[in-house]
């Protein structure tokens, strides 16, 4: 009967998303968590012969909900298991100037894993989700993510330059390795202010394999530090792919915070360029408000000499820990040989209530 009523209780949730969190509560010694946000957005975009408006979901933190177990088998073990899964509706990587409205939206696998941790061995994990270097590309610490992600291409992505060009997510990466799929993941315990992790999987297809570190300290005089390497290892049918890189980012007492990243991606076929990937930002924080202007490049992306820059500025206000208010502009630019393309430029503004 207990377990009825929980499940009655999560499913009633789904319908609210935007309303309140719901707690779960504990059963059979099990804690149990749901994970809810919306993240709606009002983008346009102008590509220098037509513009237009579209309604997406922002897939900077797109709409999702997930479910998460977790249980203490003694005071140094536990188990866990993450439930997560996304809803899109109109995503902002993938409208164009053709397509404002995409397909209906469907549940799209996330993360679906299970874990144990110990305190002294470190936790390992087996099922879909990130992988060992996955995030390292975007360490930052302005909190504006949420409109000026170290992914450029992730709003606007499908938008062409000059109406029938390459597309920008053709152009710009930040090469951030991997990303989630099916995997056995082993993250050690933490030698100070560092964590190490390493992971074997499978992705579309292809064996994968990737190392990661990071680091995460605040100083004694208030400086926050967040760095991060990462090396990842794509073993494919025709060809092999590595991608090595990092970012770091600092933040001051005063509110002021900057952030780098570069990343480079090889393979073993010699028609395809390396690829090449740098971004600076700089930002401000003050209570609830953050500011940040990005720079960022990728070269050889698509064709080989290929240059594809983004600049782009973000504001998020930080009302309550559940709700963000953001805005945001940006302008995409390729340098390609024998073309002219002009600019695209994107504004978008929208609210995320995360639970």
């Not at 504990?26 to 579209?54: C, H, P, W």
């Not at 992705?203 to 394999?209: I, L, M, P, T």
């Not at 028609?271 to 700089?282: E, G, H, I, M, R």
């Not at 040989?337 to 600019?343: F, K, L, Q």
């Amino acid at each position: 009967m207990k377990l009825k009523s929980y499940a009655t209780c999560a499913l009633l949730s789904l319908f609210p998303l935007a309303s309140q969190a719901v707690e779960l509560g504990t059963y059979q010694g099990v804690k149990l968590d749901l994970g809810l946000q919306i993240n709606r957005a009002l983008m346009y975009a102008d590509d220098g012969s037509t513009n237009e408006t579209f309604f997406v979901d922002n897939d900077n933190s797109s709409t999702r909900f997930s479910l998460k177990a977790q249980s203490e088998l003694d005071d140094k073990i536990s188990v866990g298991a993450l439930f997560e899964v996304e809803y899109q509706s109109n995503p902002s990587n993938l409208v164009d100037m053709n397509t404002k409205t995409t397909a209906s939206p469907t549940l799209d696998e996330r993360k679906m894993e299970a874990w144990i941790s110990s305190k002294e061995y470190g936790r390992l994990t087996i099922g879909q989700g990130s992988g060992a270097a996955d995030g390292n590309m975007e360490r930052e610490l302005s909190g504006t993510n949420i409109i000026n992600w170290p992914n450029p291409s992730l709003i606007g992505g499908a938008l062409k330059f000059g109406g029938t060009g390459p597309k920008i997510s053709s152009t710009m990466s930040n090469l951030d390795f991997e990303g989630r799929y099916d995997r056995l993941r082993y993250d050690s315990p933490k030698f100070g202010p560092i964590s190490l992790a390493v992971s074997q999987g499978a992705n579309k297809g292809n064996d994968v394999s990737e190392i990661g570190a990071r680091l995460k300290t605040k100083l004694d005089s208030g400086i926050q530090l967040d760095g991060a390497l990462g090396y990842s290892y794509n073993s494919g049918a025709t060809y092999d792919t590595k991608t090595v890189g990092g970012s770091f980012a600092i933040a001051m007492e005063n509110g002021l915070n900057a952030a780098v990243a570069a990343a480079k991606s090889s393979d073993d076929n010699a028609a395809n360029p390396d690829s090449k990937f740098q971004s600076v930002s700089v930002g401000y924080k003050s209570g609830k408000h953050a500011v940040n202007v990005l720079y960022a490049v990728a070269k050889d992306r698509d064709l080989k000499d290929d240059k594809s820059t983004a600049v782009g500025v973000g504001y998020v206000y930080h009302p309550q820990k559940w709700m963000d208010l953001y805005a945001g502009y940006k302008v995409h630019s390729l340098d390609r040989s024998g073309t002219n393309y002009d600019d695209i430029s994107v504004l978008t503004t929208g609210i995320r209530l995360k639970f």
